[in-house]
């Protein structure tokens, strides 16, 4: 089993819809949690990034992270176009020992945002 | 500041050969991480350096190496390729204070054939 899962879709959706993603993972260690963007032929970028239990907003994306379930999501209003990517959500425990700068990854979601 | 920037983009190399990827961090940034990424297993981390040391190491055989330089500019090398060594190769860097929070860049597209 993996460490972190998650759907890998595809998803499809109208312009303007609420978009969720979600990972679940297996690790009570980890800490810091994180999601990142992925256009084809390009390299991950980091969207969000969280500490801990809680809530994050930045814009049209919501991170959620739900410590005691494993779970974390993202939120996307108000999809655009433009939103269509892979979706990766990213996760480490505290650094030390063979956790420096190491990220656990999903699989990532496909998501598709049509007009 | 300029993103983390990669050289070359792409490579094809043949079984058997070795290659060397390069990596400049976000100016300021001292620590690196690389990654593998595939269509089968996602991203599997490499191996991370901080301070031209290398601090951890993934589940790769030694044929993955890499090491970084005093400016933190970091370079991999893969020697005796195999076919399944095609991936895109991701290095990523950070503050490392620790700092987890990654900047990639866009990648080496490597392909053996």
């Known amino acids: 089993q993996k460490e972190v899962e998650q759907d890998p879709g595809p998803l499809s959706v109208p312009e303007g819809a609420i978009v969720s993603l979600n990972c679940t993972y297996s690790?009570?260690?980890?800490?810091?949690f994180m999601w990142y963007r992925q256009y084809s032929r390009k390299g991950p970028e980091l969207l969000m990034y969280?500490?801990?239990?809680g809530n994050k907003e930045d814009g049209r994306f919501t991170a959620q992270v739900d410590k005691s379930s494993k779970y974390i999501s993202l939120f996307i209003r108000d999809s655009q176009p433009s939103d269509s990517a892979t979706y990766l959500c990213?996760?480490?425990?505290?650094?030390?020992?063979?956790?420096?700068?190491?990220?656990?990854f999903g699989q990532g979601t496909i998501l598709t945002v049509h007009p | 500041k300029a993103g983390v920037t990669q050289t070359p983009r792409y490579l094809i190399k043949t079984r058997g050969q070795q290659v060397t990827l390069s990596c400049s961090p976000i100016s300021g940034h001292r620590s690196v991480s690389w990654y593998q990424q595939t269509p089968g297993q996602g991203l599997q981390f490499l191996f991370e350096y901080f301070s031209e040391t290398q601090r951890n190491k993934g589940n790769f055989p030694g044929r993955f190496s890499g090491r970084q330089f005093s400016n933190s500019r970091s370079e991999m090398n893969v020697s005796t390729l195999e076919l399944g060594d095609s991936a895109l190769y991701l290095c990523?860097?950070?503050?490392?204070?620790?700092?987890?929070?990654?900047?990639f860049g866009p990648g080496t597209r490597l392909t053996v054939t």
């Open positions: 969280t500490y801990s239990s």
């Open positions: 990523a860097s950070s503050e490392g204070l620790p700092s987890y929070e990654q900047y």
């Open positions: 690790n009570s260690a980890f800490q810091y």
């Open positions: 990213a996760m480490s425990p505290k650094a030390g020992g063979t956790s420096y700068g190491k990220l656990t």
